[in-house]
């Protein structure tokens, strides 16, 4: 099945500054990648995705990169604020009759005022 | 409007006692899946349903854990027997459509303890 890794458990930045986080997903029929913050006691909430057709897409502080051929995705985001601390997960999913997610074991980002 | 939402929030039960986790997924959603998330770790997909249909319960750990879905939108996940190794939080999360990968959202989840 596929296995997804994620890079690094921990962050820490400086309010402002850029954070940078990593994945790597071992089944090439993965096509579906999405990334979720979760804050203390709540269920992860989708912040973006892309799909395997996409390069790279962006959402104002937030993008995300995916090089199929490396079979690698990254989350950036700029210009890092305190609300932005969290864990945040990767995940990646294959076309088919469940298409459940298979996650990264999670970034722990803190932005330091 | 309203998202998806789970219930009880906590639980906690002493081992070899059943438990029932119930989920409310976002009306009109199609599809519900259940995962497990360990303290640390990632979600662990449990199991899927497209309306009513168990389409896969291949991440459900042991035959002591039973989920069903009987009219297509509430779905509850049974624990039988509960042993201390069941304790985590457990997600819900629906979707729209079956024909693509739709957004998934997530319930809050239950936190689990069994001493």
């Known amino acids: 099945g596929e296995n997804v890794e994620q890079h690094p458990s921990t962050l820490s930045v400086q309010e402002g500054d850029s954070a940078v986080i990593k994945c790597t997903y071992s089944?090439?029929?993965?096509?579906?990648f999405p990334w979720y913050k979760q804050e203390l006691g709540k269920g992860p909430q989708l912040i973006i995705d892309?799909?395997?057709?996409?390069g790279e897409k962006k959402d104002q502080r937030i993008a995300v990169t995916l090089n199929k051929t490396a079979k690698h995705f990254s989350l950036h985001i700029t210009e890092t604020q305190p609300e932005d601390s969290a864990v945040y997960f990767c995940?990646?999913?294959?076309?088919?009759?469940?298409?459940?997610?298979?996650f990264g074991s999670g970034t722990q980002l803190t932005v330091l005022p | 409007g309203a998202g998806v939402s789970q219930s009880p929030r906590y639980k906690v039960a002493k081992r070899g006692q059943d438990v029932a986790l119930r989920c409310d997924p976002i009306?009109?959603?199609?599809?519900l899946f259940w995962y497990q998330q360990a303290l640390g770790q990632g979600p662990e997909f449990l199991t899927y349903?497209?309306?009513?249909?168990?389409?896969?319960k291949s991440g459900l750990p042991s035959d002591r854990f039973f989920a069903e879905r009987p009219e297509g939108s509430v779905s509850t996940l049974k624990i039988q027997r509960t042993q201390q190794e069941d304790s985590a939080v457990y997600l819900c999360?629906?979707?729209?459509?079956?024909?693509?990968?739709?957004?998934?959202?997530f319930g809050p989840g239950t936190r689990l303890l069994v001493l």
């Open positions: 892309i799909r395997s057709n996409v």
């Open positions: 995940a990646a999913s294959m076309k088919g009759s469940a298409r459940q997610l298979t």
């Open positions: 009306s009109g959603h199609v599809s």
């Open positions: 999360a629906s979707s729209l459509k079956r024909t693509k990968q739709e957004t998934q959202y």
């Open positions: 349903f497209q309306n009513e249909a168990q389409l896969d």
């Open positions: 089944d090439s029929a993965s096509n579906y």
